[in-house]
T-cell receptor, first 114, second 116 residues
Framework: QKEVEQNSGPLSVPEGAIASLNCTYS??????FFWYRQYSGKSPELIMF????GDKEDGRFTAQLNKASQYVSLLIRDSQPSDSATYLC??????????????FGKGTKLSVKP | DTAVSQTPKYLVTQMGNDKSIKCEQN?????MYWYKQDSKKFLKIMFS???????INETVPNRFSPKSPDKAHLNLHINSLELGDSAVYFC???????????????FGPGTRLLVL
């Protein structure tokens, strides 16, 4: 059973701080990893994807991947109240296998306090 | 010019009824998906489909069936609705190209189903 684990939170950070969201996955063969943001009552929207070990930066967001530890994280610098949402980690478990099915974690709810 | 659209947005119905949810994407993608998000916000794949292959999550009851009239549409039919079917159903699409491992899925706005 392929699983993706996230701390459900809520994670509360003050405005301007760094928010750190973590995710672990069980399938060592997983090749690509995604972070989606979901506002309450809305659909998930992609923030970043990463597939190489190390860091990937996009504006205030940095994704970090460590395949040896089966761990992926998302850092949000200079957190804003508008970043308050649920962040979903998703893993594509099988490169070249069945078409792009993603396995999602249960999400971490982030609250950024003004 | 919505990329992935779903209808209806809300669906309230009685137990035992049969209902359909429609999904259309105008992104030219070759693969479409249905997800179920339960009350605890857990998003779980139900089906993925392109013109060659239907993959069914083995935990999905056979009361649920996807139907694709063409590449841009993937509808979800649900027979004999049960209380536990109440959830938000999301359609998504992506372009799955062999050798490209970071294809992005784009989600529709969701259909909120309530079974009474």
């Amino acid at each position: 059973q392929k699983e993706v684990e996230q701390n459900s939170g809520p994670l509360s950070v003050p405005e301007g701080a760094i928010a750190s969201l973590n995710c672990t996955y069980s399938d060592r063969g997983s090749q690509s990893f995604f972070w989606y943001r979901q506002y309450s009552g809305k659909s998930p929207e992609l923030i970043m994807f990463i597939y190489s070990n190390g860091d990937k930066e996009d504006g205030r967001f940095t994704a970090q991947l460590n395949k040896a530890s089966q761990y992926v994280s998302l850092l949000i610098r200079d957190s804003q109240p508008s970043d308050s949402a649920t962040y979903l980690c998703a893993v594509k478990p099988d490169y070249g296998g069945s078409q792009g099915n993603l396995i999602f974690g249960k999400g971490t709810k982030l609250s950024v306090k003004p | 010019d919505t990329a992935v659209s779903q209808t209806p947005k809300y669906l309230v119905t009685q137990m035992g009824n049969d209902k359909s949810i429609k999904c259309e994407q105008n992104l030219g993608h070759d693969t479409m998906y249905w997800y179920k998000q339960d009350s605890k916000k857990f998003l779980k794949i139900m089906f993925s489909y392109n013109n060659k292959e239907l993959i069914i999550n083995e935990t999905v009851p056979n009361r649920f069936s996807p139907k694709s009239p063409d590449k841009a549409h993937l509808n979800l039919h649900i027979n004999s609705l049960e209380l536990g079917d109440s959830a938000v159903y999301f359609c998504a699409s992506s372009q799955v190209t062999r050798g490209v491992i970071q294809e992005t899925q784009y989600f529709g706005p969701g259909t909120r189903l309530l079974v009474l």
